[in-house]
C-alpha cells in the first residue's frame, strides 16, 4: 500500500535590534543538519552519548540508530537565536523491533533542552534524555502490525527528508527546545539521577 504524506514546511526568519541600533541576523534555529555519515565506523553508525542512556529505552531484539541531526538552540525558552550566541544539540533517531515485526517502535534521544513556556531555568531540563514517538512508531505493541501514523521508512529515499520534517514541525519549539507534549522516558531521567 502506497501512503503520501503531505507537510507544509513554514521557515521564519527572526531579527532583533541590539541596544546599538545595528541589525542582528538570528539563525534558523529549526535547521536540522542530517550529520549521520559523520558518525558511522565500520558501517554502524555510533553514538555521542553513554551506552547506558540507551539501556533506559525498552529494546526489542533489533536496535540500530538510523540517524543523527544537528541543530542549535536558544540561550534561554523565548529569546532568538543570535549568530554569536546559541547552543549546539543533536538528535539520534533510534529504531528497534522484533524480527515477527511489520512495523516497530521509534525513539529520540536528545541533549537538547525541555522547558515550561515562559519559566526559569531551574524549570528546565537539561543532559541527554530519551523520548518514545508515538507518531512514527507502530501503535500495536506486540505484532507490529498497525502502522505509524507517519511511517518515515516506506520509501527509504524520503526517510531523512520526512525525519527533518517531523523534529523541525513537532518535535523542536521555535527556540529549538524540546515541545511540551514530548515526555521524557522517566527511566532517561533516572539515568541522571543515579551519575
Partial sequence: MIRTVVFSVICLAFTFQNTNAEPIKTIDQRKITDVTKQFVYKG?????????????????????????????????????????DYYSHRIEVYGTSGDWMDHGFIYFVTDAKQCLANTAKKDCLFGARAYYIPQLSTSDREEGKIPPQIDVFAKPELTIPLLKIFIRNRFLTKDGFVNQTFEPLKESLDYWKNM
Fill in 44 to 84: 554502524v553508525v555510533v553514538s555521542a552519548f553513554e551506552p547506558a542512556l540507551y539501556r533506559t529505552i525498552p529494546s526489542e531484539e533489533n536496535a540500530v540508530i538510523v540517524a543523527v541531526f544537528h541543530f542549535q538552540s536558544a540561550p534561554k525558552a523565548g529569546a532568538p537565536i543570535s549568530s554569536n
